[in-house]
């Protein structure tokens, strides 16, 4: 079975010169729509690939810019002050100068610390300046233990008065002929005293030396004419005299007690 005459079927030579440009038409506008058609495709597998790729995008270090330091405004100077001077107080006039003491008395002595006592009232010790004492004559008194004192009258005037001691040690030489009673009936002797103590002298046994300071008992009875010495410690004994009177044995006794006393405190008015 023959399907297609040679005769009937057309060669491209002898198709019509329009069917040629209708094809070439036709093949052009399929071309172009693949091509658009792929190109879509192609847009759409780009689009999907850059919304699943991650890109990290890493930003670069900031580098720090070192500003310079902007130079420190200098302050504006103050403005002057203004200075207001206070008045100056006026000078206080100058106190008067204290008088010149008047009634001066001036003691000193070659052993400092001695008491000085005027009309029986005590100054003070040496060495020693009052002023402003009444004018007029005074007794003065200075003293001081183991020396002798020193007494004067003295006139307060408004020239000062200076009066300078030297103390000379007290001394004490006093005998006194006695006769010592005791049990076996008396012997004669002297009494002797000095700052040492006192001394009895006799040739007989009862012969003895006492201190001043170790006199227990030492007193005198003028009415009984007798003078009693007892050191501490010891025996007493009981001396008289031949005398009238007890005066030899009182003189003895206040000469030694007034030792003593000059020896504790000096001569005191």
Same mark, same amino acid.
């Given at each position: 079975?023959?399907?297609?005459?040679? $005769?009937?079927?057309?060669?491209?030579?002898? +198709?019509?010169?329009?069917?040629?440009?209708?094809?070439?038409?036709?093949?052009?506008?399929?071309?172009? *729509?693949? #091509?658009?058609?792929?190109?879509?495709?192609?847009?759409?597998?780009?689009?999907?690939?850059?919304?699943?790729?991650?890109?990290?995008? #890493?930003? &670069?270090?900031?580098?720090?810019? #070192?500003?310079?330091?902007?130079? %420190?405004?200098?302050?504006?100077?103050?403005?002057?002050?203004? !200075?207001?001077?206070?008045?100056?107080?006026? %000078?206080?006039?100058?106190?008067? &100068?204290?008088?010149? %003491?008047?009634? !001066?008395?001036?003691?000193?002595?070659?052993? $400092?610390?001695?008491?000085? =006592?005027?009309?029986?009232?005590?100054?003070?010790?040496?060495?020693?300046?009052?002023?402003?004492?009444?004018?007029?004559?005074?007794?003065?008194?200075?003293?001081?233990?183991?020396?002798?004192?020193?007494?004067?009258?003295?006139?307060?005037?408004?020239?000062? !008065?200076?009066?300078? #001691?030297?103390?000379?040690?007290?001394?004490?030489?006093?005998?006194?002929?006695?006769?010592?009673?005791?049990?076996?009936?008396? *012997?004669?002797?002297?009494?002797?005293?000095?700052?040492?103590?006192?001394?009895?002298?006799?040739?007989?046994?009862?012969?003895?030396?006492?201190?001043?300071? $170790?006199?227990?008992?030492?007193?005198?009875?003028?009415?009984?004419?007798?003078?009693?010495?007892?050191?501490?410690?010891?025996?007493?004994?009981? =001396?008289?005299?031949?005398? &009238?009177? @007890?005066?030899?044995?009182?003189?003895?006794?206040?000469?030694?007690?007034?030792?003593? @006393?000059?020896?504790?405190?000096?001569? +005191?008015?």
């Amino acid at each position: 079975m023959v399907l297609f005459d040679n $005769d009937s079927i057309e060669t491209p030579a002898e +198709q019509p010169e329009s069917a040629k440009s209708t094809r070439r038409s036709f093949i052009l506008v399929l071309f172009l *729509c693949a #091509v658009i058609v792929g190109g879509y495709f192609l847009w759409r597998m780009v689009q999907s690939d850059e919304e699943n790729l991650v890109v990290e995008q #890493v930003e &670069p270090e900031a580098i720090p810019v #070192v500003e310079p330091e902007p130079e %420190p405004e200098s302050e504006p100077e103050p403005p002057p002050r203004r !200075v207001v001077r206070a008045p100056e107080p006026e %000078p206080e006039p100058e106190p008067a &100068p204290p008088p010149p %003491p008047t009634n !001066v008395l001036r003691v000193t002595s070659d052993l $400092d610390g001695a008491s000085v =006592f005027l009309d029986r009232e005590f100054l003070g010790t040496t060495p020693l300046e009052m002023s402003n004492l009444d004018p007029g004559q005074h007794r003065l008194n200075i003293s001081t233990p183991g020396y002798d004192g020193f007494a004067q009258t003295i006139e307060i005037s408004n020239d000062p !008065v200076e009066v300078s #001691v030297k103390f000379l040690e007290i001394t004490l030489d006093e005998t006194v002929s006695v006769i010592h009673k005791h049990r076996m009936g008396s *012997c004669a002797g002297q009494l002797v005293a000095t700052l040492e103590g006192i001394q009895y002298e006799t040739n007989h046994k009862d012969a003895f030396t006492v201190s001043l300071s $170790d006199l227990e008992e030492f007193n005198v009875d003028y009415l009984e004419h007798t003078l009693h010495i007892k050191p501490t410690g010891g025996r007493g004994y009981n =001396f008289t005299d031949e005398q &009238p009177n @007890a005066d030899a044995l009182f003189v003895f006794h206040r000469d030694v007690e007034t030792a003593l @006393a000059r020896l504790e405190t000096g001569d +005191q008015p």
